[in-house]
Nanobody
């Protein structure tokens, strides 16, 4: 069964850190372009970060550059999003996704994990 399972969301104070995980089953994340998205209450889903198949290229939405880092562990078939210097505006449900190389169509979505940044 193909599945992406998001985890690691929590309540954290401003300035704090979290690491989100996205564990895949039924396919290898190293053969897909992997993205992180987020959706804040009342807002549309926003793309946050991507990692290419080779892992040699990553990119981030401007608002998280220098604070978030996308990475993966091929042996564990898991994608990560390390989030540092968190701000209240980072509060959202975070989703990982997978798409075929060269495609803009998302093949698989995680179920999402809630990140709340608040004092």
């Amino acid at each position: 069964q193909v599945q992406l399972k998001d985890s690691g969301g929590d309540l954290v104070q401003p300035g704090g850190s979290l690491r989100l995980s996205c564990t895949a089953s039924g396919f290898r994340i190293s053969t897909y372009v992997m993205d992180w998205y987020r959706q804040a209450p009342g807002k549309e889903r926003e793309w946050v970060a991507l990692m290419t198949v080779t892992g040699g290229f990553t990119n981030y939405v401007y608002s998280v550059k220098g604070r978030f880092t996308i990475s993966r562990d091929n042996a564990k078939n898991t994608l990560y999003l390390q989030m540092n210097s968190l701000k209240p505006e980072d509060t959202a449900v975070y989703y990982c996704s997978a798409r075929a190389p060269g495609s803009t169509t998302i093949a698989y979505w995680g179920q999402g994990t809630q990140v709340t940044v608040s004092s």
